[in-house]
């Protein structure tokens, strides 16, 4: 590396300040490093989302994402040398593409895969191109006290990929028409291939932003550890000063020679004797090194846990702190990067104890949409509110039925009309037959979890009839007939004496 070229002013800074860096190295060469990335990743990921979508199946696209090292070498490459000042373009990429990205990638593909230092650690073995135990003892260097943050990146780079692909697709559900009526659990549960290549879009659009800014994060913590460990700084203020000396140096003998030159006499030339500055330049250089560039004056904060006479009748919750502050935290340690000076096995204890309240939570969820906890001890059932996204609560039910599905369809709202009688239908239902209903059931899940639990009685029967004209008129868009509407309205309005004949 020519420090000399580096576009960036190489000196010690904490980790975030050097992400913050590599935030500015991708926000500079933006245009220049997302044409890289399609360069190598569109056309594999294309193929991959296309096998899914005919299949079925999210494997292709798992396998494209557990590639995401050999699509990040490209990456590296461009901005190690775009920092020093030679912008590789994308033909020179695919030329070098074998000598960047093959060192160290088996390992990057296999047991080093779910490393969270990987954004880090790639430094070493594509820029470095180590191997063996040369490669593990410079990755222990690099890798010592103080923490460079690389596996905190990680960890905020995945939140920040899955939050943006997330908010992506729910944009894209809520510019849905609303003549659809679609759920939320139509889109992430019954997922078609259509729903599959839209959300995979969805993803590759975030990795078109994540994944270069990712790189480059981890790119600058790489030269933030190297200018702390060998003084990069140290070695480039040496450089400017011997220039600028050397350059006053030469402008002084210059003026010098041009005013003493008519004065001195020839046989003198010889035995004059330049002025000696080494004390002077010795002087200066010492300034230099004590200056707060190159010696900065660093305060450390540390936690002690204070001794008590009487031990055992501690809690369990003062000797978990008592451990944590006393046993997992870096006792040896100079200095410690973290913002509230907080050990890293506490942030770490904090992350997987919510991780796994998370987990329990979205389980739980998911069980009550596909109803497996309605089978538990109590069997209090609780009728729901809407099904499918109609509100079947009495107070918002029109009091006179005929006379709200004769407006609708004096309107030529076939559609308004059905939802009126499919609201007051599913309501009356059941309150009579009530059964356990998961939030966002559908009227198909409604209807089939009423057949498993009442059978095939008259007023279900008359449901079936009632969700296939609806599903007929309001999702595929062909509506029924009025006197069909008209028909099943008076059915409705029978249905106690048509059932109590029927009994």
């Not at 599903?471 to 007939?481: E, G, M, N």
């Not at 059915?491 to 009994?503: F, G, Y």
Request: glycine content about 4%.
């Amino acid at each position: 590396m020519e420090l000399e070229k580096a576009s960036a002013r190489l000196a010690p800074r904490s980790p975030w300040q050097a992400a913050d860096l590599g935030t500015q190295f991708y926000r500079h060469w933006a245009g220049s490093i997302t044409r890289v990335w399609l360069l190598f990743t569109a056309v594999p990921y294309a193929l991959l989302l296309t096998m899914a979508a005919l299949n079925n199946s999210l494997w292709p696209l798992f396998i494209f994402w557990w590639l995401k090292p050999l699509w990040e070498r490209p990456l590296l490459a461009f901005y190690s040398h775009a920092l020093f000042g030679e912008t590789l373009t994308l033909k020179a990429l695919l030329k070098r593409w074998r000598h960047y990205a093959l060192p160290g990638l088996a390992g990057q593909l296999t047991w080093r895969r779910l490393s969270p230092m990987r954004s880090f650690n790639a430094c070493v073995w594509q820029l470095e191109q180590v191997k063996g135990d040369t490669a593990s003892q410079r990755l222990k260097v690099l890798n010592s006290y103080p923490s460079n943050r690389a596996g905190m990146l990680t960890l905020l780079v995945l939140h920040l990929e899955q939050f943006m692909t997330l908010g992506l697709m729910a944009l894209l559900y809520m510019l849905v028409p609303w003549q659809f009526n679609l759920e939320l659990s139509d889109w992430f549960y019954d997922q078609s291939a259509l729903q599959l290549v839209i959300s995979g879009l969805c993803f590759y659009l975030v990795l078109c932003v994540t994944e270069p800014l990712y790189v480059a994060c981890g790119f600058a913590l790489y030269l933030n550890k190297r200018t702390w460990l060998e003084g990069w700084d140290l070695q480039l203020g040496l450089s400017r000063l011997g220039k600028r000396r050397q350059a006053a140096r030469n402008v002084i003998g210059a003026l010098l020679l041009v005013v003493l030159l008519p004065f001195t006499k020839p046989a003198s030339a010889a035995s004059a004797q330049p002025p000696t500055t080494g004390k002077t330049e010795q002087q200066q250089v010492i300034e230099l090194l004590a200056s707060p560039d190159f010696m900065p004056l660093q305060e450390k904060t540390e936690r002690q846990w204070i001794n008590q006479d009487d031990s055992e009748s501690e809690s369990l919750m003062e000797k978990i702190w008592r451990f944590l502050f006393d046993n997992l935290d870096d006792e040896n340690a100079e200095t410690n990067s973290t913002p509230l000076n907080i050990p890293d096995a506490l942030l770490w204890t904090i992350f997987w104890a919510l991780f796994i309240a998370l987990a329990l939570w979205l389980i739980l969820k998911v069980a009550n949409q596909f109803g497996l906890r309605g089978h538990s001890t109590r069997n209090r059932t609780v009728i729901p509110t809407h099904v499918a996204g109609l509100d079947i609560r009495k107070r918002n039910l029109p009091k006179n039925l005929d006379r709200a599905v004769e407006q609708a369809l004096k309107a030529g709202d076939i559609r308004g009309a059905l939802a009126v009688l499919m609201r007051t239908s599913l309501a009356g239902i059941l309150a009579r037959h009530p059964v356990p209903l998961a939030a966002g059931s559908t009227e198909q899940q409604c209807l089939r979890t009423l057949q498993e639990h009442h059978g095939d009685s008259l007023p279900i029967a008359y449901l079936q009839r009632l969700t296939q004209a609806w599903i007929t008129t309001a999702w595929a868009h062909r509506p029924v007939s009025a006197e069909q509407v008209r028909t099943l309205t008076q059915h409705w309005q029978q249905m106690d004496r048509l059932e109590a004949n029927h009994a």
